[in-house]
């Protein structure tokens, strides 16, 4: 491929470039998911569990790592007395990482910047060892991770390495990709989560129709894991006379900085049955910056960014507020699907 991208390239990573270098490839089926389920639940087996008993504190490095880690914590009962924290932890968790033996996992390891970053912050700690676990790198990005590393007691194993970018977006979206939908809970970090946990079982049907009262709702669970009944993902596109019950957006229609035609307020919707926990991620003013949000004093997007970041995080705020109205006095506070706890995590 004569423009193939040079290893060299420091180029990021997040959800859009995974979307746009995905999408060339042909849509996952239950071949690739029971291929990513082995591809998973193998290496944990092979390189995790099998080392159980020489670690003392696993740091998972969010947002991808952790949630794999965690659900592989449920395939093992061995898991029960190792300390787990998110590396966003670690400087609130000193104790657990002074001369221990730990591991660090993440899904895959693209230019090494947030492993190396994660290493520079344990160094001070002097845990007694620390090994690196990933599904899949890039080459080049773990040999001068590797390299690099000035820490002594570091050990590696960074799972499939990738000679190309090519081969590297193919292995992801086909080995990891499906097994990250099978967990079905939420993966963008950008947006506040509302986490409602039941005492019994929640009834799927009864989910669905309360959520339907306010809008599109639609399945977004793959093909392949239609025979799966204890998780469920949707999508809630709101209807404009739910949006008006907002304030936040009828404010912001009467500053006229907002046309309300063209814009997208939605909810995502997790439900896992095995977990007894509902999951809504609202996802408000996507389309801020390609025409929502009105231009003022002729200044561009990039000037407004800053306001535009600020009205988006006050909408979802709002948006919290008024799911946590809905379902307070809904039938979900049924006894007999009782909440026993509500959680916001912004």
């Given at each position: 491929?004569?423009?193939?991208?040079?290893?060299?390239?420091?180029e990021p990573?997040?959800?859009?470039?995974?979307?746009?270098?995905?999408?060339?490839?042909?849509?996952?089926?239950?071949y690739?998911f029971?291929a990513?389920?082995?591809?998973?639940?193998?290496?944990?087996?092979?390189?995790?569990?099998?080392?159980?008993?020489?670690?003392?504190t696993?740091?998972?490095?969010?947002?991808?790592?952790?949630?794999?880690?965690?659900e592989?914590?449920?395939?093992?009962?061995?898991?029960g007395?190792?300390?787990?924290?998110?590396?966003l932890?670690?400087k609130?968790?000193?104790?657990?990482?002074?001369?221990?033996?730990?591991?660090?996992?993440?899904?895959?390891?693209?230019?090494?910047?947030?492993?190396?970053?994660?290493l520079?912050?344990?160094?001070?700690?002097?845990?007694?060892?620390?090994?690196?676990f990933?599904?899949?790198?890039?080459?080049?990005?773990?040999?001068?991770l590797?390299?690099?590393?000035?820490?002594?007691?570091?050990?590696?194993?960074?799972?499939?390495?990738?000679?190309?970018?090519?081969d590297?977006?193919h292995?992801?979206?086909?080995?990891?990709?499906?097994?990250m939908?099978?967990?079905?809970?939420?993966?963008q970090?950008?947006h506040p989560?509302?986490?409602?946990?039941?005492?019994?079982t929640?009834?799927?049907?009864?989910?669905?129709?309360?959520?339907?009262?306010?809008?599109?709702?639609?399945?977004?669970?793959?093909?392949?894991?239609?025979?799966?009944?204890?998780?469920?993902?949707?999508?809630?596109?709101?209807?404009p006379?739910?949006?008006d019950?907002?304030?936040?957006?009828n404010?912001?229609?009467?500053?006229?900085?907002?046309?309300?035609?063209?814009?997208?307020?939605?909810?995502?919707?997790?439900l896992?049955?095995?977990?007894?926990?509902?999951?809504?991620?609202?996802?408000?003013?996507?389309?801020?910056?390609?025409?929502?949000?009105k231009v003022?004093?002729?200044?561009?997007?990039?000037?407004?960014?800053?306001?535009?970041?600020?009205?988006?995080?006050?909408?979802?705020?709002h948006?919290?507020?008024?799911?946590?109205?809905?379902v307070e006095n809904?039938?979900?506070m049924?006894?007999?699907?009782?909440?026993?706890?509500?959680?916001?995590?912004?």
């Amino acid at each position: 491929m004569g423009n193939e991208t040079s290893w060299d390239d420091e180029e990021p990573w997040n959800d859009k470039d995974f979307k746009e270098n995905t999408s060339k490839y042909l849509t996952q089926d239950y071949y690739d998911f029971k291929a990513s389920m082995k591809f998973v639940n193998e290496y944990f087996d092979e390189n995790i569990f099998k080392q159980v008993d020489e670690w003392e504190t696993c740091i998972k490095v969010e947002n991808k790592g952790s949630l794999i880690f965690k659900e592989q914590q449920n395939r093992s009962p061995s898991w029960g007395c190792r300390h787990v924290i998110k590396h966003l932890q670690i400087k609130d968790r000193k104790k657990l990482i002074e001369d221990k033996d730990i591991i660090i996992f993440d899904d895959s390891i693209i230019t090494g910047k947030t492993m190396s970053g994660i290493l520079d912050i344990l160094k001070p700690l002097k845990p007694r060892r620390i090994r690196v676990f990933c599904l899949l790198s890039i080459e080049n990005a773990a040999n001068k991770l590797k390299s690099e590393t000035e820490y002594p007691n570091v050990d590696f194993n960074l799972g499939e390495p990738c000679s190309k970018w090519e081969d590297f977006w193919h292995k992801y979206f086909k080995l990891i990709n499906p097994y990250m939908e099978y967990i079905c809970l939420p993966i963008q970090k950008a947006h506040p989560l509302l986490i409602i946990k039941f005492r019994d079982t929640p009834n799927e049907t009864q989910i669905y129709n309360f959520f339907s009262n306010f809008g599109d709702l639609a399945s977004e669970k793959p093909e392949y894991l239609k025979d799966m009944d204890d998780r469920f993902k949707y999508r809630l596109v709101f209807n404009p006379g739910v949006i008006d019950q907002i304030d936040i957006f009828n404010i912001m229609k009467d500053l006229q900085h907002v046309s309300m035609e063209d814009l997208k307020v939605k909810t995502r919707i997790y439900l896992r049955k095995d977990r007894k926990t509902l999951i809504l991620q609202p996802m408000i003013l996507e389309s801020l910056e390609t025409g929502s949000l009105k231009v003022l004093n002729n200044q561009d997007v990039k000037t407004l960014k800053p306001y535009i970041s600020l009205i988006d995080s006050v909408a979802k705020r709002h948006l919290i507020d008024f799911w946590l109205r809905a379902v307070e006095n809904s039938h979900l506070m049924a006894d007999s699907t009782k909440i026993t706890k509500i959680s916001i995590l912004y």
